[in-house]
């Protein structure tokens, strides 16, 4: 079973610092997603990567297979940020493994 | 852009009660999933449906838990006598394509289940 760390667990910044979320995983994967939610609960799918860099606006998500890690990064990162981001890992009989997520607080 | 629908957003039931929770996903969509978040906890996968079966399953998704789709449109979550830890909200999600492959998925608001 694919066990999936994420870090910080919480983290606050001011806004328009540069936000880095991290996640690994224990078992070789074929994708993993990035994952928002929102306050009210909503869960949006930010990226799906298999391999290299995705970038959405001021979102860039980056993926290291051989060393099974992710990051998701956040520049200019703004209030409207603030939620719960979650890495969901693919690869095994139970579908997406999912991470406890990284709780972020942009403060004005 | 298009939706994953899902109602109602919030059920109360009794213990022992049946609760149907309903989906409706992206229209050409073919795959259809259902996970689960309990308060506090991660999300949980529990099932995904494709050509009117059932292709993948979690431990959790036990004989209490069935799923349908009715009328080729609709995608429902039933659990057939509630237990108190059934609580928790369930988010039914859609894709083009299988989501253990390279493709978006695309979540529901969610339904908030509690069963008291």
């Known amino acids: 079973k694919n066990e999936v760390e994420q870090s910080p667990q919480n983290l606050t910044a001011q806004e328009g610092e540069f936000i880095t979320i991290n996640c690994s995983y224990s078992?070789?994967?074929?994708?993993l997603h990035w994952l928002q939610q929102h306050p009210g609960g909503g869960i949006v799918s930010l990226f799906m990567?298999?391999?290299g860099k995705k970038k959405h606006g001021r979102l860039i998500a980056t993926i290291n297979i051989q060393e099974k890690h992710s990051s998701l990064h956040i520049t200019a990162s703004h209030p409207r940020d603030s939620a719960v981001y979650i890495c969901?890992?693919?690869?095994?009989?139970?579908?997406?493994?999912f991470g406890k997520g990284t709780h972020l607080i942009i403060q004005p | 852009e298009p939706e994953v629908t899902q109602t109602p957003s919030h059920q109360v039931t009794q213990m022992g009660q049946e609760v149907i929770l309903r989906c409706v996903p992206i229209?050409?969509?073919?795959?259809f999933y259902w996970y689960r978040q309990i308060l506090g906890q991660k999300v949980e996968f529990l099932v995904s449906?494709?050509?009117?079966?059932?292709?993948?399953k979690s431990e959790i998704f036990d004989d209490q838990f069935s799923v349908e789709r009715p009328d080729g449109s609709n995608f429902t979550l039933k659990i057939r006598s509630t237990k108190l830890e059934d609580s928790a909200m369930y988010f039914c999600?859609?894709?083009?394509?299988?989501?253990?492959?390279?493709?978006?998925?695309?979540f529901g608001s969610g339904t908030q289940l509690s069963v008291l």
């Open positions: 999600a859609s894709s083009n394509r299988h989501s253990f492959t390279n493709e978006k998925l695309f």
């Open positions: 078992v070789g994967i074929s994708a």
């Open positions: 990567l298999s391999s």
């Open positions: 969901a890992v693919i690869g095994g009989a139970d579908g997406l493994t």
């Open positions: 229209s050409n969509h073919l795959y």
């Open positions: 449906f494709y050509n009117n079966e059932i292709s993948e």
